[in-house]
């Protein structure tokens, strides 16, 4: 008899928070006078990125972050972390539009990292996770056709309106491009626990 085991699990969770059509116009309102306000930092084609001010401290996504840092807390105490105190480290927005993109990319001094979708349809542009040891091994480069959650090099994640990733932050991550013509609105966060993690 021979049994499956996982090691080296990665934890990644998932939640929904729904807010009212009319609190998240507010907020997609917020996310684009930002983008007039600010210089944005073109990070893949037809992305905007915000800078300034952290994005999850305006007053139109109070209820936001306050499910984000619950849902952050309960992430770390089920991975099997003594519980402590979650910090928002920084925050951002990203607003794709057809034909953008965000290339691989991991967040250093960081614990945890969260996307949180304040317009997105299941069609847009998914975000990915991928796998190094597979990729950068090729072990499974001819196999391709038998991906499964045991052999697989990506893993693809469709987004929806008022969706939740969290997922630690070492874990290699892209947006493949985006092919509709409809503006893929997310709000990301890296976290720490309290007096032990800073952004370096």
Request: charged residues 20%; glycine residues 6%.
């Amino acid at each position: 008899m021979i049994e499956p085991a996982q090691i080296f699990s990665v934890p990644v969770f998932r939640a929904s928070f729904i807010v009212s059509e009319e609190s998240r116009q507010a907020i997609i309102k917020k996310i684009k006078s930002r983008t007039t306000e600010n210089q944005n930092s073109p990070i893949g084609n037809n992305t905007n990125y915000g800078n300034g001010p952290q994005i999850i401290d305006e007053d139109e996504l109070v209820e936001v972050k306050q499910f984000i840092k619950e849902a952050v807390s309960r992430a770390h105490e089920l991975t099997g972390f003594k519980q402590h105190e979650i910090d928002i480290l920084d925050s951002w927005f990203s607003i794709t539009e057809k034909y953008g993109y965000h290339e691989a990319h991991t967040h250093p001094g960081s614990l945890w990292s969260a996307v949180y979708y304040v317009n997105a349809e299941k069609s847009d542009a998914p975000i990915c996770f991928l796998n190094r040891n597979i990729l950068d091994t090729g072990w499974t480069a001819n196999l391709k056709y038998l991906a499964n959650e045991f052999n697989s090099g990506q893993v693809s994640v469709a987004p929806e309106t008022g969706m939740l990733l969290i997922f630690p932050s070492y874990l290699l991550h892209k947006v493949e491009q985006q092919k509709l013509d409809n503006e893929r609105i997310m709000i990301a966060l890296n976290l720490g626990v309290k007096g032990v993690h800073t952004k370096v």
